[in-house]
């Protein structure tokens, strides 16, 4: 079983910052991994796919690098309605999530 | 415009069942994979079991192998969760999301349906 671990747990920032966010996997994911976001009382909704493609209507402020064990979602600059919880996915051979980053306003 | 709507949650004694719907729209449901994804309250997301466009292959997650079938009736557009010997860590709101292509992400979801097992 493939385990996603992300980091930090919590990401306190102000609008206009960058923010980095990470997901580690236990072993090789390729590239086979997604970012979602989730607000409070709202369903996740799917940013990045496989590492680096950004899902229809996502602003371009949001970008994913990686491949292998280490992936990066990145936030340009951030604006208001991006403060909520960030969680990684993969779907190599299975299907699991990491355990969410929060982006809270500083 | 997609629309997917959960229903059958409640609250469930320990060793009861429990079935869940899904009723999809705006899409051509028989087209697709569709998902069970749950979140325990105050906690992250865990994928449950997957259906394929044609229901010829399912997948279960470990924790609900043998109690959990996923189901659907393309007819109907609608996808089911039937859930047997529901244990209080099954408590959580689901969600029914749907296969984004022939990839196992999630490109878009249901409001979810809160799942309470307690005695």
């Known amino acids: 079983e493939i385990v996603l671990t992300q980091s930090p747990a919590t990401l306190s920032l102000s609008p206009g910052e960058r923010a980095t966010l990470s997901c580690r996997a236990s072993q090789s994911v390729s590239s086979y991994l997604a970012w979602y976001q989730q607000k409070p009382g709202q369903a996740p909704r799917l940013l990045i796919y496989?590492?680096?493609n950004r899902a229809t209507g996502i602003p371009a402020r949001f970008s994913g690098s990686g491949s292998g064990t280490d992936f990066t979602l990145t936030i340009s600059s951030l604006e208001a309605e991006d403060f909520a919880v960030y969680y990684c996915q993969h779907r190599n051979n299975w299907l699991s999530f990491g355990g969410g980053t929060k982006v809270e306003i500083k | 415009q997609v629309q997917l709507v959960e229903s059958g949650g409640g609250v469930v004694q320990p060793g009861r069942s429990l079935r869940l719907s899904c009723a999809a729209s705006g899409f051509t449901f028989n087209n697709y994979g569709m998902h069970w994804v749950r979140q325990a309250p105050g906690k992250g997301l865990e994928w449950v079991t997957v259906i394929s466009y044609d229901a010829s292959n399912k997948y279960y997650a470990d924790s609900v192998k043998g109690r959990f079938t996923i189901s659907r009736d393309n007819s109907k557009n609608t996808l089911y969760l039937q859930m047997n010997s529901l244990r209080a860590e099954d408590t959580a709101v689901y969600y029914c999301a749907k296969q984004y292509d022939d990839l196992n992400y999630f490109d878009y979801w249901g409001q979810g349906t809160l799942v309470t097992v307690s005695s």
């Open positions: 496989d590492a680096s």
